[in-house]
């Protein structure tokens, strides 16, 4: 696996084995994502499907994992309309990269989960929370508007009835409440040792099959049921018989297979 060779402020990235690690690093701002860290973004997962990885962990350093939008940044900035538009579509080219783009992403949760940092999060295939972690969307409280996928990807984790009342009133998810909602699928004591055990049993599924995963699913909510059914047949059967697949339903038939069962 070899990474790309990319100019980065606030991003780093690294590796182990197979799994590219790619932290934020931005931690005296909690993280908070200016537009420079949303172009790196973007720059970093385009190039992604090319380097070989067969998982990513996304972490950050620091106390938090994002605190969201650089609000200082968009102070200053004294956006037009226009101006916030064209912003609000890069954030949505660089979370559509992570989402499609066929290599699985398991995001280290920890902190502030907030505003664009949720919306960066559920951009993830796999999100695993440690018990300093907290979900909010406090855009409405600050007179502001989601806009970088939360109301498709947040209201799709949650439902919309949740997420409205999360803008309206700024309600914060922690702790089991938030894996029973939706926000996460894990909550563990070491959210980073966890993503990088799943990224690792992840790295074992074939490529094909990971990228079938992480990239079909989230198409299909684009398409009408009809639509769905058929793209599903037809990536089922570009998946289900490749070589990878072939030899492990061979191990399956001769019992030689791990079979699924609770531990």
Not at 72 to 93: G, I, P, T, Y
Not at 249 to 259: G, I
């Amino acid at each position: 696996m070899e990474l790309p060779s990319l100019k980065l402020n606030n991003l780093t990235m690294d590796t182990d084995g197979e799994i590219a690690i790619v932290s934020l690093n931005r931690a005296a701002k909690r993280n908070a994502l200016n537009a420079e860290t949303i172009e790196e973004l973007i720059d970093v997962f385009a190039a992604m499907p090319r380097t070989g990885a067969r998982a990513v962990v996304l972490r950050a350093e620091g106390d938090h994992f994002s605190a969201g939008l650089d609000l200082v940044e968009h102070h200053k900035q004294e956006r037009s309309a226009a101006d916030f538009m064209h912003v609000c579509l890069r954030w949505h080219e660089a979370f559509n990269k992570m989402e499609y783009g066929g290599v699985p992403i398991i995001a280290a949760l920890k902190g502030a989960v907030v505003g664009g940092g949720l919306e960066l999060a559920s951009s993830a295939h796999i999100r695993v929370a440690d018990n300093t972690t907290y979900f909010a969307l406090p855009e409405g409280q600050r007179g502001l508007f989601t806009g970088g996928g939360a109301t498709i990807r947040v209201a799709e984790m949650v439902g919309r009835a949740r997420m409205t009342d999360m803008m309206l009133t700024g309600r914060i998810y922690k702790d089991e409440e938030a894996v029973t909602v939706g926000l996460c699928q894990y909550l563990v004591d070491d959210s980073e040792t966890k993503a990088m055990e799943l990224a690792k049993a992840t790295a074992e599924v074939p490529p094909l099959s990971n990228f079938a995963i992480c990239s079909a699913i989230s198409h299909t909510r684009n398409m009408s049921a009809l639509d769905a059914s058929y793209m599903e047949a037809f990536v089922a059967g570009v998946v289900n018989t490749q070589p990878a697949s072939n030899e492990r339903l061979a191990a399956f038939a001769d019992k030689t297979a791990a079979r699924v069962k609770p531990k």
